[in-house]
């Protein structure tokens, strides 16, 4: 099932540094692209998504740049904090969502 | 959006016995599907829980080992079946539903086989 790609694994960034995770998708069908974060012992939880026909999508300290020819897109945290750290997941579908794929996941530690 | 209730949270079972997750939402729903997630790993689509149909399984799950229902718009059942140390996961149900047209999870049911 693994059509996302994510990278890194994880990632370490200090307070108010930017956090960049990247993922890549295969099939061209796909029109949605979210974001998840996820804590401990928490069910993921939708942060931001973004659809193809825009570059770029930013929610106050997170923003999806999205690389439709490359078939890349990217979440970038400004000004990291300490509650941000926690798991991210990238995922793509089509707008049906019955075929939404996850992509690894990155664990995001944000030191004080 | 749709708040999701799954019942277990967790549960600690014996090799070869079934259990099943419940989920309940507070709302009607379009969409129910149940993921699985593996230690430290990602989620993976078990299967669509159609409304008073049989499940729609991915490839590598089948209906006799994960028997699926769901009876209304806003209750579902996934059953784990003959379980082993394999079947440890957290299971997560979703939704999406007519307002929001978003995907959300519950809060999942963790699930040890010993």
């Known amino acids: 099932q693994q059509q996302v790609k994510q990278s890194p694994q994880s990632l370490i960034v200090q307070k108010g540094g930017i956090s960049i995770i990247n993922c890549a998708y295969e099939n061209t069908a796909f029109d949605y692209f979210p974001w998840y974060q996820q804590f401990p012992g928490k069910g993921p939880a939708l942060l931001i998504a973004i659809r193809p026909d825009v570059s770029e999508k930013k929610e106050g300290r997170f923003t999806i740049s999205f690389n439709k020819s490359a078939k890349q897109f990217s979440l970038h945290i400004m000004d990291s904090q300490p509650g941000d750290s926690a798991t991210y997941f990238c995922a793509a579908s089509k707008s049906t969502y019955n075929d939404m794929r996850f992509g690894a996941g990155t664990r995001l530690t944000v030191k004080p | 959006s749709a708040v999701i209730s799954q019942k277990p949270s967790r549960d600690i079972c014996q090799r070869g016995t079934s259990l099943t997750i419940q989920c309940q939402v507070d709302?009607?729903?379009?969409?129910m599907f149940w993921y699985r997630q593996q230690p430290g790993q990602s989620l993976t689509l078990i299967a669509t829980a159609n409304q008073g149909s049989e499940a729609t399984y991915e490839s590598g799950f089948v209906i006799d080992k994960f028997p699926i229902s769901r009876p209304n718009l806003t209750f579902s059942t996934l059953t784990v079946s003959n379980m082993s140390p394999e079947d440890s996961s957290i299971y997560l149900c979703?939704?999406?539903?007519?307002?929001?047209?978003?995907?959300?999870f519950g809060a999942g049911s963790r699930l040890t086989v010993l």
């Open positions: 709302s009607q729903v379009t969409m």
């Open positions: 979703s939704v999406t539903d007519f307002v929001a047209n978003v995907l959300t």
